[in-house]
């Protein structure tokens, strides 16, 4: 099996010299989208397999990368889990781009990027040494960031570029660091190397904070999270599904390789780390939602809010190993690894259904938008299924991997740590404040976009999308419908690799009656997707037929209402911004330093009132903004350095070595 997902990796990779040959053809399109659907499809296929199959890991070692060490790949119940995410989205993105990248501007500049991004993606996940992991991810960093600018006459975009590549630069380079002190001065670079050596804690440790930085910035964490809500609307859609929808999960694969595999047994204090830190990325990530126009905007902070919800279970998971609670553990584990694969769904077609939209009116900006429930009445739909998906409703899926975390949370009394016990419950409060915000930011995504009437021209013109698109966007809703309404079966697919990383597991869940899930005991909680699904149709359509066969059927006409003001413009509707003040007052001060400024006329002018908001960036403000000054001071006052001599710069070359050969003489 890992020779076959070797060569379908090459495969990706050979398709993108296709894409330059082909880059003048009007089906350069097709060929190279299609070719990427079949490929990515048969690679998920083979990774649903092993899942299901549970077959020992299998390795290979190809003559590649550094001469004495070789390049390592392996595929094992982990790796498989990942790329199923990963191949699931590439195959799902493929196809939407069949349709939507006839509309795209300048797709030569995107055509060649998209396979070698799926293909490093893939390598990620199935390196099993530090070098390849380590080309492999710079690799997936530096093929999107050529997506991220393939628009780069927007300036905007070239930012977002420019951020983008600072971040994965300095992401890279404490990962760099990690896989260093987990070699040691051996050098055993290969994962098998690693799992055998014997670190300390304070290593260990190191190693953990080192990884929750490199992992954490591609992942979107708070306060790493500066590139994400830029890069994610400057890629063409189908790319930011994937950055969005994928990465973000590579990302967190990468934590979970090194944190519950390569490092050993963790220390019950690693987890308030991971815990504070998730809890608080979930709660800004959606407070950064609920306060932006763009539409894909908003998707960019929520998926920053949903990476904070995964890590936060991974936290109690690390807590529960520490203390050898096994099944305990296991039910973090299972609630993080199945919100990775939810929100891999919802969130891809969340973004499918924004750039349909941007495609069909050319704008993202919700202001200028309303009424495409209308002139859109499928893109509405499947939009609506995963606006109610991840705002954590059942009986979809987002429900599901949401409620099993707060199972995992009503378990931490059970925890010898009073730092745990105490630390535990305040994040389980934070988790459930941004799940309510989370509901609130959707409502308003969702209603200023398609409800109410037309905000422009364009919105008032606009069509429904191609088929290609609506497909990719019909197969993910079903996919959120199906895993909402059928949980067993992928909890218990994820057994074997919840298994081999916390050696407890769930109990069988496809045994229970009518597909219960019982994470725990029956006396403790359980769920029934498919009858709460099955309660919902039924009153639904009963309620439909006593409004249409049983009430009058005189037809009653009345003025709309207006929110209390008679005038027919469109301005009198709700918009974005008058949507989000309420919770703008009450965090906005706190969390993004907000100030509103109101300008009333004076009596008997005809001029307009104005309300004008300003929010900041606390965090780029104070955390990057200062950095980035230093670094331009900086580099002004090492300027002179380029007009030296030969002599002086053979002079620095030297007194570099020898500093450098000093302290790896005198390392301990």
Not at 168 to 184: S, Y
Not at 561 to 587: E, H, M, N
């Amino acid at each position: 099996m890992i020779s076959i997902a070797l060569f379908g990796v090459l495969a990706l990779v050979a398709i993108a010299p296709i894409a330059v040959a082909t880059s003048a053809s009007p089906n350069a399109t097709g060929i190279v989208y299609g070719a990427c659907l079949i490929v990515t499809l048969i690679l998920f296929l083979i990774a649903l397999e092993i899942l299901f199959a549970h077959p020992a890991a299998s390795t290979v070692v190809l003559p590649l990368g550094l001469p004495w060490l070789g390049a390592h790949f392996r595929i094992d119940p982990l790796a498989a889990f990942f790329l199923v995410v990963v191949n699931l989205g590439g195959a799902a993105a493929s196809l939407f781009a069949l349709g939507y990248g006839r509309h795209e501007d300048s797709p030569q500049r995107v055509l060649p990027f998209f396979p070698v991004y799926l293909a490093t993606m893939n390598l990620v996940v199935l390196a099993d040494d530090a070098f390849t992991f380590l080309v492999s991810w710079e690799f997936m960093s530096l093929s999107s960031w050529a997506l991220v600018i393939a628009h780069h006459r927007v300036q905007e975009n070239m930012r977002a570029g420019y951020v983008y590549l600072l971040m994965a630069g300095f992401g890279t380079l404490t990962l760099l660091l990690a896989f260093g002190l987990m070699a040691g001065g051996d050098g055993g670079y290969a994962f098998d190397a690693i799992r055998t050596s014997h670190l300390t804690i304070g290593t260990s440790a190191l190693v953990l904070i080192l990884v929750l930085i490199g992992a954490g910035s591609k992942a979107g964490l708070v306060p790493l999270h500066a590139w994400l809500p830029l890069a994610h609307p400057a890629a063409p859609s189908h790319v930011s599904a994937l950055m969005s929808g994928v990465m973000t999960k590579v990302a967190v694969y990468g934590f979970i390789r090194i944190a519950f595999d390569l490092i050993g047994q963790p220390q019950w204090w690693w987890s308030l780390v991971v815990l504070a830190v998730g809890g608080v990325t979930a709660v800004m990530g959606v407070l950064y939602a609920l306060m932006q126009r763009d539409l894909k905007r908003v998707l960019a902070y929520s998926t920053i809010e949903n990476i904070g919800l995964i890590f936060a279970s991974l936290g109690l998971a690390l807590a529960f190993k520490a203390y050898g609670m096994n099944v305990a553990a296991a039910l973090a584990l299972t609630a993080a690894l199945l919100h990775v694969f939810n929100h891999s769904l919802f969130k891809s077609l969340l973004f499918f259904g924004a750039g349909s939209v941007q495609s069909a009116t050319g704008t993202r900006d919700m202001e200028q938008l309303g009424g495409l429930i209308h002139r859109m009445p499928q893109t509405a739909f499947v939009f609506l299924i995963g606006c109610t998906a991840i705002s954590a409703l059942p009986p979809l899926n987002g429900f599901v991997s949401e409620w099993l975390t707060f199972q995992a949370i009503l378990l931490s009394p059970q925890l010898p740590s009073w730092g745990l016990k105490l630390m535990v419950p305040a994040v389980g409060a934070l988790l459930a404040l941004s799940a309510a915000l989370a509901g609130a930011c959707f409502v308003r995504a969702f209603g200023i976009t398609f409800l109410g009437r037309p905000r422009s021209p364009e919105a008032e013109a606009a069509q429904e999308t191609d088929t290609n698109s609506l497909a990719a966007m019909y197969a993910l809703a079903g996919a959120c419908l199906i895993a909402g309404i059928l949980p067993g079966i992928f909890i218990d697919a994820l057994a074997p690799v919840v298994q081999s990383l916390t050696d407890g597991r769930l109990p069988v869940q496809t045994g229970g009656q009518w597909l219960s899930i019982v994470p725990i005991a029956e006396s403790r909680s359980s769920y029934n997707g498919l009858l709460v699904f099955a309660f919902m149709f039924i009153t639904g359509m009963v309620t439909a037929f006593a409004i249409h066969r049983l009430a009058s059927d005189k037809i009653r006409r009345g003025p709309a209402w207006g929110c209390g003001y008679p005038d027919a413009s469109t301005l009198t509707q709700y918009s974005a911004s008058s949507f989000a003040q309420p919770i703008r007052r009450v965090f906005g001060s706190v969390v993004f330093g907000a100030r509103e400024t109101g300008e009333m006329p004076k009596p008997g002018s005809i001029a307009p009132a104005r309300l004008t908001v300003r929010l900041r960036d606390l965090i780029w403000d104070y955390a990057y903004a200062p950095i980035a000054n230093a670094v331009g001071v900086i580099a002004e006052r090492l300027n002179y350095l380029q007009f030296l001599t030969i002599r002086s710069y053979l002079s620095l070359v030297f007194g570099a070595l020898v500093i450098l050969l000093t302290v790896l003489a005198t390392w301990p």
